[in-house]
């Protein structure tokens, strides 16, 4: 399984970016793909999540609303839409694939994962 994260970049609070995901390798049907992130000096935290199969989405709280995550089957493609963009967002996001559907939260879950991309956004 490979995943190619892109996206990123530098941006103004209160803007926008859209991450993309591309995944290749398998058939993703039983899968959840997440995105995570993490900043200088911490650790990498979960921000969203989607099944591929029923299309359930989840989201960490600080996100909920702003970053909507969604999924295209044909192109294998999961995207993170990034609204309303806090400085405290910056950080490197990570795509990460899972077999299966439970745990979607938790890192250590995933099996797979993609480059990061450097989100940065200033104030």
């Known amino acids: 399984v490979q995943l190619q994260a892109s996206g990123g970049g530098l941006v103004q609070a209160g803007g926008s970016l859209r991450l993309s995901c591309a995944a290749s390798?398998?058939?993703?049907?039983?899968?959840?793909m997440g995105w995570f992130r993490q900043a200088p000096g911490k650790e990498r935290e979960f921000v969203a999540a989607?099944?591929?199969?029923?299309?359930?989405?989840y989201y960490a709280d600080s996100v909920k609303g702003r970053f909507p995550i969604s999924g295209d089957s044909a192109e294998n493609t999961v995207y993170l839409q990034m609204n309303s963009l806090k400085p405290e967002d910056t950080a490197v996001y990570y795509c990460a694939a899972k077999r299966w559907y439970d745990n979607v939260r938790w890192l250590k879950e995933y099996d797979y994962w993609g480059q990061g991309t450097q989100v940065t956004v200033s104030s």
């Open positions: 989607i099944t591929w199969g029923d299309g359930l989405t």
């Open positions: 390798g398998r058939t993703f049907s039983s899968y959840a």
